[in-house]
């Protein structure tokens, strides 16, 4: 039985999409988003940094519309990468795997072009 590990986050991208090919020839983008947490105490908001990753044709979109400070909602699944470290004691790290975004930024409109699907 597989268990559900869906993601929705919106936010900030903080730096321009990196995009690369793997060894199989399959093209993958890169990039983080920066998320508001405000609470009642506190007037500034807290910050959580998020890692996003698209795979294909959703990665070429990523690569080409997206940028740094571009405001968007990503839709896809968690998955947790591990590896052992250079002092060989084990890491991990929590990813989302984008299937589809959502360009919020005002100029966009939201209108149906500006949602991008994985075909």
């Known amino acids: ?5 869906g993601a929705t986050v919106e936010g900030h991208v903080t730096h321009d999409p990196s995009m690369r090919k793997t ?3 399959k093209e993958v983008c890169q990039f983080s988003l920066a998320i508001n947490h405000f609470t009642k105490e506190d007037s ?3 910050v959580s940094y998020v890692d996003v990753e698209t795979w294909n044709k959703m990665a070429e979109v990523c690569s080409k519309h997206l940028h ?12 947790q990468d ?9 890491q ?4 989302v795997i984008g299937n589809e ?3 919020l930024d005002p100029a966009a409109k939201n209108t ?8």
Do not use: C, Q
């Not at 991990?92 to 990813?95: E, Q």
């Not at 149906?112 to 075909?119: C, I």
């Open 44 to 46: 500034d908001p807290k």
């Open 101 to 103: 975004i959502i360009f």
């Open 112 to 119: 149906a072009k500006d949602r991008v699907d994985v075909v």
């Open 92 to 95: 991990s790290k929590i990813k």
């Open 23 to 25: 060894k199989t020839g």
């Open 68 to 79: 740094k400070g571009k405001h968007i909602m990503v839709v896809g699944n968690l998955r």
């Open 82 to 90: 591990r590896w052992e470290g250079k002092d060989g004691k084990m």
């Open 1 to 5: 039985m597989s268990n559900y590990a």
